[in-house]
Structure formats: structure tokens, C-alpha cells
Nanobody
Framework: QVQLVESGGGLVQAGGSLRLSCAAS????????MAWYRQAPGKQRELVAT???????NYADSVKGRFTISRDNAKNTVYLQMNSLEPEDTAVYYC?????????WGQGTQVTVSS
């Protein structure tokens, strides 16, 4: 079965940094588009960043210039480098892929940014 396992979350102060990882298995990772989403308490899940098989990236306006998405095809892993974190970034972060069945989500990883 497809598996997406997020890690790297934690508690940081405003202005700090974290790097999230998402290990994908049982998909054709190298030809996939990968994405990071987040869901804050009481809010809908929102798209944060994407990276396609050619390495082209897109970002939500709220994180542009602060977050960087990247991928390592040899490790079947996508990363989200998060700098200059703000309390508004507090959320559960999820990865996903166009190669994954619609509606499938992993457990996510919690990011909490204190003021």
C-alpha cells in the first residue's frame, strides 16, 4: 500500500526554523508531484507548497520567501525547510502526491510556533 510518513515537527519560538520530511513508499516517486499541506485548529487544510518531477516549485503567498520545498528521489523523500517561523504557521503539516489515491492522508506532523 501507499505510505506517506511525515516527521520533523516540533515546538519552536517565532523566528526559528524547522525542516520537515516526508518519506513516501510504494509510489513512482521520481515522476510524482509532491506537496505539503497544513491544517490549523478550526481551519480548512490548505496547500503550502508543491514540487513536480522536474523540480519546479510553487508556494502559497503566506509562506513565499520563508519556506523551501525540495526532494531527494534517491530517498523517496520530500522536504519542507521552514525559516522565519511565525505563530500563524502553527498547524499539522501533511504531505501528499498526485500518485496517491484521492482522500488519503498520513498522520501529519505537528508544528507549534510560540510567540
Amino acid at each position: 500500500q501507499v505510505q506517506l510518513v511525515e516527521s520533523g515537527g516540533g515546538l519552536v519560538q517565532a523566528g526559528g526554523s524547522l525542516r520537515l520530511s516526508c518519506a513516501a513508499s510504494r509510489i513512482s516517486f521520481s515522476i510524482s508531484t509532491m506537496a505539503w499541506y497544513r491544517q490549523a485548529p478550526g481551519k480548512q487544510r490548505e496547500l503550502v507548497a508543491t514540487i513536480n518531477s522536474a523540480g519546479s516549485t510553487n508556494y502559497a503567498d503566506s509562506v513565499k520567501g520563508r519556506f523551501t520545498i525540495s526532494r531527494d528521489n534517491a530517498k523517496n523523500t520530500v522536504y519542507l525547510q521552514m525559516n522565519s517561523l511565525e505563530p500563524e504557521d502553527t498547524a499539522v503539516y501533511y504531505c501528499n502526491s498526485n500518485m496517491v489515491r484521492a482522500g488519503y492522508w498520513g498522520q501529519g506532523t505537528q508544528v507549534t510556533v510560540s510567540s
